[in-house]
C-alpha cells in the first residue's frame, strides 16, 4: 500500500467510527495493530487530522476526536458578514492566541508550529498556501491549550467558509507578500518558542495587519 493510501486509511477509519468528539482515541501502535500499518504511518495521519482540527493531543493524556464547528445551519447574522468583519475580527483575537501560546506551549505544539509553518513554506499554489496558512494559524490556537479559545478560532473559520471572498484572496498571494508571509510566520514562531509572549503578540499583529492591508486594498 503507498504511503498516501495508508495515511488515508488511517484518518478515513477513525472519521467513520461512531466514537463522539470528545473521545479518547486508542494509542499509535494499537491503532498501528489494528489496521496493519506502522506506528510512522498513524503518527501521519494523526498529525494531518491535527492540522484540521479533528483531533487533539494532550501531552501526558492522549489524543481525543475535537468538536467540530457547525458548518450547516450558520445563523443569518454569520451569512452577512463581509471579508472585513473577518479580518478585522482576526486581528483583535489572533495576536492575543499567540501570546497565549507563548505561556502555555509543549514541546509537541512547538514542533508541530514549525512543521506547519515549513508546509507554508513548500506550498506552490493558491490551495495550498490555504491550507498550510489555515493550519499555522489554528496550530496557534491550539497551543493555548484553551479549549473555549479553541472552538472561537474554529468559529472564525466556519464564518470565513460562508462568506464570499470573490478573488480577492488571490490578490493577496502575490509573490512578494508570500515571501513577507513566510517572514512573518518565522517571526512568529520564533517569539513563541522564547516563550516571549508580548513578540508573539506583536509578530502576530504585524502579521495580520499586513494581511488586511493587502486584503482591504481597493
Known amino acids: 500500500m503507498k504511503a ?5 486509511k ?9 466514537a463522539e468528539d470528545g473521545a479518547k482515541l486508542p494509542t499509535e501502535r494499537a491503532l498501528a495493530e489494528t489496521l496493519g500499518v506502522s506506528r510512522n504511518v498513524v503518527r501521519k495521519a494523526l498529525a494531518a487530522m491535527e492540522m484540521e482540527g479533528r483531533v487533539v493531543r494532550k501531552v501526558g493524556s492522549g489524543t481525543y476526536l475535537a ?12 451569512l452577512d458578514l463581509s471579508p472585513k468583519q473577518i479580518v478585522e475580527a482576526r486581528l483583535a483575537v489572533e495576536p492575543n492566541l499567540a501570546a497565549m501560546a507563548a505561556m502555555n506551549c509543549t514541546t509537541h505544539d512547538l514542533a508541530h508550529l514549525t512543521e506547519c509553518a515549513q ?14 496558512d489555515q493550519g499555522f494559524h489554528r496550530a496557534i490556537a491550539m497551543a493555548t491549550h484553551n479549549p473555549l479559545l479553541v472552538r472561537a478560532y474554529e468559529a472564525f473559520l466556519a464564518a ?26 518565522d517571526k512568529i514562531v520564533a517569539a513563541i518558542r522564547s516563550r516571549d509572549a508580548t513578540a508573539a503578540y506583536n509578530a502576530t499583529r504585524e502579521h495580520l495587519e499586513q494581511i488586511t492591508s493587502a486584503l482591504l486594498r481597493p
Not at 488511517?10 to 461512531?18: A, D, T
Open 67 to 78: 468538536h467540530q464547528p457547525r458548518r450547516a445551519g450558520m445563523t443569518s447574522d454569520v
Open 4 to 8: 498516501d493510501a495508508a495515511v488515508e
Open 160 to 185: 470565513d467558509e460562508e462568506i464570499e471572498w470573490g478573488n480577492i484572496r488571490q490578490r493577496l498571494l502575490t509573490a512578494e507578500r508570500r515571501v513577507a508571509s513566510r517572514r512573518e510566520h
Open 119 to 132: 508546509r507554508y513554506h513548500l506550498a506552490d499554489d493558491f490551495e495550498t498556501y490555504e491550507q498550510a
Open 10 to 18: 488511517v484518518r478515513s477509519h477513525l472519521l467513520r467510527g461512531n
